[in-house]
């Protein structure tokens, strides 16, 4: 049975301007043991998949369609039932771990409340199994840091720290959302290996959201690329980077960094701007900034059109061969 099933989730929030839609006809699904990466600019409906997964939409969001855990409805269940899950089989990894981690609280005491919570374990209990989730981590120094506060650890370390709550109840599905942001390219390239090893030891699901087309190139079995709140592109990985077939996406990936450019070199972008939520068109969002945009693209929301098996486009006139 397939673990997570999403199906035209769309979400709508409170703005001062009236109400926004945030997400339009989002679609997926993951098995146990997939891992599936999200990618767009800041802005693109992103994060708030993530949040709606979690049930932590803001009070005045407004949640239409379905996502189905195990065959379970999860939309529009009670807050209890969502206490429930989260923790124990739907975990997050926040993209800044300062902001993730309690100031007040020591580290083992933090990693041990969902093993109290959802496990029932006591306080000796709890802080043994802490203490082996934060060696499991690779966290230096484990048993000192039982007792340390977040202010007392690095960026690198307090991500660590993230991932190791986030996996105290073996969760069924891991969504990390940008979890390497505020940090250094090779505390990245570690905390990214130390998901990809427990992902895989564990048989869980993975939800990696980020910017970067090269971190997902190499994490993610498949993508789903994001613009003005909808998935634009989706498909396997290789099948994904080796077509561009969405304007958005080739933009995406002609304006990533390269090896061996001169110093100084600029590097190519996409005009303009994504548009406010409040200001989404009828239409593709993209229009505005695609050159291969018609009156066709900004009458209606283009349909998801199949180019070839698993991947699928949102667009009127999508790249349709494969990149040279």
């Not at 720290?161 to 390239?189: F, H, K, M, N, S």
């Not at 993610?220 to 396997?236: A, I, P, W």
């Not at 939520?277 to 229009?287: K, M, N, Q, R, V």
Request: hydrophobic letters at 45%; proline letters at 6%.
């Amino acid at each position: 049975m397939t673990l997570l099933a999403v199906e035209q989730l769309g979400v709508t929030l409170a703005t001062p301007r009236g109400r926004a839609q945030a997400l339009r006809d989002v679609a997926f699904s993951l098995e146990r043991g997939q891992t599936l990466g999200l990618i767009g600019e800041s802005g693109c409906g992103k994060s708030i998949t993530a949040l709606a997964l979690m049930g932590l939409l803001p009070d005045a969001a407004q949640a239409s369609g379905s996502i189905r855990l195990d065959g379970r409805e999860l939309l529009g269940q009670p807050e209890a039932d969502w206490c429930r899950l989260r923790g124990d089989r739907l975990a997050m990894v926040f993209q800044e771990p300062m902001t993730a981690l309690n100031p007040l609280h020591t580290i083992g005491r933090q990693v041990a409340e969902p093993l109290r919570l959802h496990r029932g374990l006591d306080a000796t209990a709890a802080r043994a199994e802490a203490l082996r989730l934060l060696q499991r981590v690779q966290l230096p120094q484990a048993a000192q840091r039982l007792q340390a506060y977040p202010h007392q650890l690095s960026g690198g370390q307090r991500q660590r720290v993230v991932i190791a709550i986030a996996l105290a109840c073996g969760p069924d599905l891991l969504i990390a959302d940008e979890p390497t942001t505020a940090l250094d390219v090779t505390i990245q390239r570690e905390v990214l290996a130390l998901i990809g090893e427990l992902v895989r030891e564990d048989g869980m699901a993975l939800l990696l959201i980020s910017h970067d087309l090269g971190l997902m190139a190499e994490n993610v079995q498949r993508m789903l690329v994001m613009y003005g709140g909808s998935v634009v592109e989706s498909g396997s990985t290789a099948e994904v980077f080796a077509r561009l077939a969405h304007p958005y996406t080739r933009g995406l990936f002609g304006a990533r960094p390269r090896l061996g450019q001169p110093r100084g070199s600029r590097l190519p972008t996409i005009a303009g701007r994504v548009p406010e939520l409040i200001d989404l068109p009828s239409g593709c969002a993209f229009a505005e900034r695609c050159s291969r945009a018609d009156p066709d693209c900004r009458a209606a929301l283009p349909a998801l059109r199949e180019l070839a098996s698993g991947h699928a486009v949102r667009c009127c006139h999508p790249h349709t061969a494969h990149r040279p």
